[in-house]
C-alpha cells in the first residue's frame, strides 16, 4: 500500500468524499487538517494554492476530482466499463458544477444567507429531479454496484443541509440512497469515528 497523505481544512467539504473511499478501502492514511489561521503561511507550499491534495509516495495530487477517481480505480468504486466511467463522471461534474457556484461564506450573516438560501432555493430543484431521474428506481447511481458518485452525493448534500437542512428532502429517493451509502459497514464506522466538524 502507497504512503498517503491527505492535507484538506478540518472540515468536510472537498475533502470528505476522499476520506470515504479511505475508510472504505480500509486503507491508511494520514489525514492533515489545516486551521484557517495557519493557511496563508501554507497556501505558496501547496500546488495551485489549494486544497485537497493527496500526497502518494511523495507525489504530490492536486483537485478533488483527479484524487477521487484515482483512488476510486483503485477501492473498486470506478465503473465496470468505460461507458459507466463518464456517466459516472458526468454526474459528478454536474454536482461539483453546483457546489463551485454555491455562494460559500462561513460567516452568518443575513446578507450572505440570503443569497445561499436564494441558490437552494432556484438551483438546487432543477439538479436535484435531474439527478433523482439518473438514479431512477436503481440502488446506485451508475451499474448495479456503489461507485463514487454516491459517495459524492452524500457528502455534499450533508453539507448544503449544513446551511438548509431541508434543501433536498422531497427527493426520497435521493434521501433513500444516503441511507444506503451511510449503512456501508465501513462508511458507518467512519462517521462514527470522524472529527465532529460544522462543515
Ligand atoms: N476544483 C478544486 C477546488 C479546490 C478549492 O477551491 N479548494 C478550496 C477549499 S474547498 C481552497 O483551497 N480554498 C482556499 C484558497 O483558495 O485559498 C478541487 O476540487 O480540488
Redesign the pocket.
Known amino acids: 500500500m502507497p504512503n498517503y497523505k491527505l492535507t484538506y481544512?478540518n472540515m468536510r467539504?472537498?475533502g470528505e468524499p476522499i476520506r470515504y473511499i479511505f475508510a472504505y478501502m480500509n486503507a491508511e492514511y494520514e489525514d492533515i487538517r489545516i486551521e484557517p489561521e495557519n493557511?496563508p503561511a501554507i497556501?505558496p507550499s501547496i500546488p495551485y494554492?489549494?486544497?485537497?491534495v493527496l500526497e502518494v509516495d511523495g507525489v504530490i495530487l492536486?483537485?478533488?476530482?483527479a484524487i477521487g477517481r484515482y483512488l476510486a480505480r483503485k477501492a473498486g468504486l470506478s465503473g465496470k466499463t468505460d461507458l459507466d466511467d463518464a456517466r459516472i463522471d458526468a454526474l459528478l461534474d454536474s454536482i461539483?458544477d453546483f457546489i463551485?457556484a454555491f455562494p460559500w461564506s462561513y460567516e452568518v450573516d443575513a446578507e450572505a444567507k440570503k443569497k445561499q438560501d436564494e441558490y437552494l432555493k432556484t438551483a438546487a430543484p432543477p439538479l436535484l429531479a435531474e439527478l433523482e431521474k439518473s438514479l431512477g428506481d436503481k440502488q446506485w447511481f451508475v451499474g448495479d454496484s456503489v461507485s463514487l458518485v454516491d459517495f459524492y452525493w452524500d457528502t455534499f448534500s450533508e453539507d448544503l443541509e449544513s446551511f438548509h437542512a431541508d434543501f433536498a428532502k422531497d427527493y426520497h429517493k435521493l434521501q433513500a440512497l444516503k441511507k444506503r451509502v451511510r449503512a456501508i459497514p465501513a462508511i458507518a464506522a467512519w462517521i462514527k469515528r470522524r472529527p465532529i466538524t460544522k462543515l
Open positions: 481544512f467539504g472537498r493557511w497556501k494554492g489549494k486544497l485537497p492536486h483537485q478533488s476530482l461539483d463551485t
